[in-house]
């Protein structure tokens, strides 16, 4: 069974970090690029990185670009989101998915996990 786990979100006070790690199983995770994407509330759903499947190649939302890294261990089939310097802006659901997906939408062939909240807040 594909699955795709996230975690690590939380509350965090603007100008902290997070570190999101989304867990895969079911599939080859090193054949596979990952993309993460997120969901303010009341919005729809936004590209926020991608990393190839050897890690040679990432791309970032001009959003999130200096502040927000994606690296991935092709060895534990994990991919990490690194998110410095938050802003209340980041708050919502972010989610991992099994492809490079830079125009996310609700319905997906791919595999997506369930999500985890980020809420940016003093």
Not at 51 to 78: C, E, H, W
Request: with cysteine; charged share 15%; hydrophobic share 30%.
């Amino acid at each position: 069974q594909v699955q795709l786990v996230e975690s690590g979100g939380g509350l965090v006070q603007p100008g902290g970090s997070l570190r999101l790690t989304c867990t895969a199983s079911g599939f080859v995770f090193s054949s596979y690029s990952i993309t993460w994407i997120r969901q303010a509330p009341g919005k729809g759903l936004e590209w926020v990185a991608s990393i190839d499947t050897k890690g040679t190649y990432r791309d970032y939302a001009a959003s999130v670009k200096g502040r927000f890294t994606i690296p991935r261990d092709n060895a534990k089939a994990l991919s990490v989101l690194q998110m410095d310097n938050l802003r209340p802006e980041d708050t919502g659901v972010y989610y991992c998915e099994n492809a490079w997906n830079q125009s996310p939408t609700a319905s997906t062939t791919n595999a997506r996990g369930q999500g985890t909240q980020v809420t940016v807040s003093s």
